[in-house]
């Protein structure tokens, strides 16, 4: 079994998800996705991924929604970690 252990998601939707206002840094444009999850779930598939675990992006703060969301879609594979 392969497990990946440090997956990180990034949305293009910021008004459902947005940047914490005092973020670190925010990640490139180009790491912005419509639906990540989806892009993610296929890569898996395509290099032989079992599970994963998603690793809460230190940009959207105590807001653990998209990781929330993306493990509730598919908690079979997907697991995350949380910041506080």
């Known amino acids: 079994m392969i497990i990946e252990w440090n997956a990180h998601m990034f949305r293009s939707d910021s008004k459902r ?23 993610y779930l296929n890569r898996m598939e395509q290099q032989g ?6 690793v809460h992006p230190e940009p959207y703060g105590d807001d653990h929604r998209l990781a929330l969301d993306c493990v509730a879609a598919r908690s079979d594979l997907l697991k995350t970690t949380a910041l506080f």
């Open 17 to 39: 998800y947005p940047f914490h206002e005092r973020a670190a840094y925010q990640p490139k444009e180009k790491m912005h996705f419509e639906d990540p999850l989806a892009d």
């Open 49 to 54: 991924i079992d599970r994963a675990v998603l």
